[in-house]
């Protein structure tokens, strides 16, 4: 079975800052893909980036970046130069046949 | 373009009663997902359609919950008979295909008393 662990339940961050939030995955599936997905206090989900575990380069967007570590199974997430609006819950989640959400890190930036 | 719409928006019912939610996914979209929500926690996935199909529906507690989704558009999800641990937040998710980005829905908070 996947699981997909998220072992910091809360972080904060000065604005500004770089931040890094963690993410494990356990998976059988040779094919997969990983998301960061973000939800703020008003619930809606949205995407905040997206890996296929057979490309070796570390997607990016923006201000966010991820680190992956296939033979590790490490997921980070980072966050630079932090803003207000990044004050949210982070979710990792993975999908090879079927698609896991870990429990979320509650992130908060401080002005 | 709209995005995912549910309804309603929020939901309180007593126990034993019936309850239906309604998504409406993107226009195009042939995957459609239903997750619940407990507060402080990740989503978890309750079924997944492909079109008509549901392909992924293990979590699914069968014995109260049903869910359909005519002509591969609209899905409901129900559940009758209502229990207290019920209660949480209805997400509704469609994508086009299982590895591309789920757009979500704004969720129906259930609470049951």
């Known amino acids: 079975a996947q699981t997909v662990t998220q072992s910091q339940p809360e972080m904060s961050v000065q604005e500004a800052e770089t931040v890094t939030l963690s993410c494990t995955y356990d998976t059988s599936e040779n094919n997969y893909y990983l998301f960061w997905y973000k939800q703020p206090p008003s619930r809606q989900m949205i995407l905040v980036i997206r890996q296929e575990a057979y490309k070796q380069q570390n997607a990016t967007e923006n201000r966010f970046s991820v680190n992956f570590q296939k033979a590790a199974k490490s997921f980070s997430l980072k966050i630079s130069d932090s803003q207000l609006g990044d004050t949210a819950m982070y979710f990792c989640?993975?999908?090879?046949?079927?698609?896991?959400f870990g429990t979320g890190t509650s992130l908060t930036v401080i002005p | 373009e709209a995005g995912v719409v549910q309804s309603p928006r929020y939901k309180i019912i007593e126990k034993k009663q019936p309850v239906a939610f309604w998504c409406n996914p993107i226009?195009?979209?042939?995957?459609l997902y239903w997750y619940r929500q407990n507060l402080g926690q990740g989503p978890e996935l309750l079924i997944r359609?492909?079109?008509?199909?549901?392909?992924?529906d293990s979590q699914l507690p069968k014995d109260r919950f049903s869910a359909e989704r005519l002509k591969g558009v609209d899905s409901t999800l129900k559940i009758q008979p209502a229990e207290l641990g019920d209660s949480a937040v209805y997400l509704c998710a469609s994508s086009f295909g299982l590895t591309n980005e789920q757009f979500f829905g704004p969720g129906t908070r259930l609470t049951v008393l």
């Open positions: 359609y492909e079109n008509e199909e549901a392909v992924d």
């Open positions: 226009s195009g979209h042939n995957t």
């Open positions: 989640a993975s999908t090879g046949n079927q698609f896991y």
